[in-house]
Nanobody, 124 residues
Framework: QVQLVESGGGLVQAGGSLRLSCAAS????????MGWFRQAPGKERECAAA????????YYADYVKGRFTISRDNAKNTVYLQMNSLKPEDTAVYYC?????????????????WGQGTQVTVSS
């Protein structure tokens, strides 16, 4: 079992920045691929970014490329999502997820464990 707890969400103006953190406990964090997913009201959950545990390879959705950065600190059992140049359309609940897949998958079924989510609201 892996427990995931997100933090760092909040209200920010368009153009601003936030850094989300996800602290993991339980089984070996370093052997899990980590993903950040988001879900806006009335929309499906989508992967914003992911980072592989094998080689640190990353995935970014087109709509966050150049603005978001995913990173992990295995010593602290934590994964981060640095979000810059935020837009109102980035407003969503952001979820941290852990999966045993080898690569930085964007497919939610590849992930076995999920956090409770943290709200990010970007005002125009």
């Amino acid at each position: 079992q892996v427990q995931l707890v997100e933090s760092g969400g909040g209200l920010v103006q368009a153009g601003g920045s936030l850094r989300l953190s996800c602290a993991a406990s339980g089984r070996t964090f370093s052997q899990y691929t980590m993903g950040w997913f988001r879900q806006a009201p009335g929309k499906e959950r989508e992967c914003a970014a992911a980072i592989s545990w094998i080689n640190g390879g990353t995935y970014y959705a087109d709509y966050v490329k150049g603005r978001f950065t995913i990173s992990r600190d295995n010593a602290k059992n934590t994964v981060y999502l640095q979000m810059n140049s935020l837009k109102p359309e980035d407003t969503a609940v952001y979820y941290c997820a852990a999966g045993s897949t080898y690569y930085s998958s964007s497919y939610y079924r590849e992930y076995d464990y999920w956090g409770q989510g943290t709200q990010v609201t970007v005002s125009s």
